[in-house]
């Protein structure tokens, strides 16, 4: 049977634990990488904010100089910027000195200069008397320092450095935890899918096992069971097979039993009846007999003994007749009855025959059918009984057995078909006889459909047997309903 994966044990665990390494994983790495990244940031401001003072004070050296007349202006401050420009280490995007004013003295893009820098990261560099750092964009750290001594200024040294490089490795560090994380949780799942495949298999085959195990009659005997707690599950369902097996055996045997009770209760009713009735002619007729084979008899008296012997045979086929008779013709003990319950009954008293031959039961009770008819709920039962037990004896691997009932022009007609062996052509017209049975020793009487014809003729109806052999057997059953 194929499961969705998500709700197999394997699917939730995998998933429950792929949340876990990301619930864990993904704080600690959102730790890490702003760590890392304000580690990062920290050595390009030092290393920045060192750069700019030291370049300061050799910047405010020369304007002093230039101040006082000891060099010549101009050049020496377009040199310590493009000499700046040079750096590799740090990415510096632009320098430049500013006087007090904001208006540009040098920068590395020569065409700046003159120009009035009135910005807001300008203005507060001018305000500053100490080094400053500000983020014109995300992207760019400017550094200013003034370039004074004591109280005398002569301007600002600003240079920017740009923060790309330094996002592009934050971004390959969130990269790099993502394939970190990615790649726990292939392994976990891998790990997952190890570990239950220990169980699993074994629980998969167990289940084969089960279901290979013959559907009736015995189990084998020997079992072999793992050593581990799925062995301990074998067993358990092993025994629980065997248990409910035994029931099965159980519960047949019982209704087997019940079947030929019943049985032996109709022939010992009609045994004893007969012992009783023939019994006493027959005493005569021995009686005569042995009186015969003394030879002593006079040819009146041999006479009236043939008479005697005559009457006592006459008698004796009378009583049968007359027993026959009685044995089916108990009084009727009609009531209203549902007749739908009285089929459901009889069809679930031969329940465990029906499940064990596999026979599929089709029932089809018509709607017009009165809620109640006029019968002896127990001998219609009988009836239906015998009929059913025919049928399902005639289908030992399976059939179906239909039964339908309706009413039509004031008679209830019920038939009763099997897809069974069916009947010979020359057997059909004998099996309403008394002991008539093609079922082996001790397995038929030959007196259910006879006692069955019985007590529907008494109930006023008629019953017809339609076979054929390979094809099935249909039983009609018409009863009037009055
Ligand atoms: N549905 C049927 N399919 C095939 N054969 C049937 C069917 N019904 C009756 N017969 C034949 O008719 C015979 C007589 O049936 P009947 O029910 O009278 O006796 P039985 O079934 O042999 O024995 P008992 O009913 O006492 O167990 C059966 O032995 C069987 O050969
Ligand atoms: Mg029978």
Redesign the pocket.
Known sequence: MRINPFRTLQGKFTLYLSLLVIGIIAPLAYRNISREKVLMEDAIIREGEALVESLAISCTNTMLYEEIGLVEEGGLLDNYLSDLMQRKDLNIVYAMILDPRGSVIAHNAMKEVGNLYQDEVSRKALAAWSTVRQHPSAATLDISTPLAISTKRWGTLRIGISLESLNNEVSTLILKYVLYSAGLIVTAILFIAFLFSLITRPLRSLAREMDAMPATGDLPSFFPARDDEVGILQRSFYRMLKRIREDEKEKERIQRNL?LTE?MV?IGKLTSGVAHEINNPLGGILNSIYHFKKGTLSPERQREYLDLMEDGIKRIQKAVTNLLEYARNPNLQQSAVDFESIIGRALSLLDYQIRKSRINVEKEISRDLPSSLKMDRDQMGQVLV??F???I???ESGGTLRVVATALNGQLITT?S?T????PKD?LP?????F????GEG??????????QGIVERHGGTIH?L?NVGE??T?EIQVPIA
């Open positions: 079947l049985k109709a015998n009929i037990l025919n049928a004896q005639s289908m009763i099997d069974g062996s069916g009947i057997l004998r099996v309403f006889d008394p008539f049975t093609t079922k397995k038929g009487t030959g007196l259910g459909l006879w006692i069955s047997i076979s099935g057997t039983v």
